[in-house]
């Protein structure tokens, strides 16, 4: 377990492979306990890529050590995970994970702080995330409230359970 500081900087392509690293410790070994691992095993391919278009629209955001090394990510967007769908004045969290080594050290506080600062900023009045089940206390400390226990549909045929939350964004 780490205790040096992090710094968060805005990510770039050439974040894919230790983004797609990242996702893949992260969470193989944190939604363990939470999922069934016959549905973690084949969801994990789907979910711990990282998303090119995401990587390079200057709305992602990476924490990384002294040494260089990607210990969190997380960013938003204006468009729904899958459908793309836009709802004025709601943005979306975008594929959040900290390092197992580096939890409870406030990575992804800072990174979804980050992004509501953002968003707020492009005048976002609301926030929603599809969170994991092991991720819903986390969201809850961040203020977010539960709209309702969903499946997301990974794949035909594959649904990973997931939970809306939702939280307002209020500019001062
Ligand atoms: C969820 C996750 C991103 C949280 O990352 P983190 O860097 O450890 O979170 P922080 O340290 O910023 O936590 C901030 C607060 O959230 C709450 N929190 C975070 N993780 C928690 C947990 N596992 N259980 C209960 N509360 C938790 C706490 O109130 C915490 O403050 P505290 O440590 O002072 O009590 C991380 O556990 C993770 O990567 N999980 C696996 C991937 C995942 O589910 N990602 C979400 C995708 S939707």
Redesign the pocket.
């Known amino acids: 377990m780490s205790t040096s500081p992090f710094t968060i900087r805005i990510a770039a392509s050439s974040d894919a492979c230790g983004v797609s690293d990242l996702l893949k410790t992260?969470?193989g070994e944190?939604?363990a306990g939470h999922y069934e691992l016959a549905l973690l095993a084949r969801a994990l391919p789907l979910i711990s890529r990282a998303n090119p278009a995401l990587l390079n629209s200057g709305r992602y955001f990476v924490a990384h050590d002294g040494e260089n090394r990607i210990v969190?990510c997380?960013g938003w967007s204006l468009d729904r995970p899958g459908t793309g769908e836009l709802e004025g004045g709601l943005a979306h969290?975008r594929?959040?994970?900290?390092h197992p080594s580096?939890?409870?050290?406030?990575?992804?506080?800072?990174l979804l702080l980050r992004c509501i600062r953002d968003a707020d900023a492009h005048g976002a009045r609301a926030i929603e995330?599809?969170?994991?089940l092991?991720?819903v206390?986390?969201y809850a400390?961040?203020g977010f409230e539960v709209i309702q226990e969903t499946k997301v549909e990974l794949t035909p045929g594959l649904a990973f359970p997931s939970v809306r939350m939702r939280r307002s964004i209020s500019s001062a």
């Open positions: 992260s969470y944190l939604l969190g997380g969290v594929h959040f994970a900290t580096w939890v409870r050290r406030g990575v992804a506080k800072a995330a599809f969170s994991t092991a991720a206390d986390f400390a961040l």
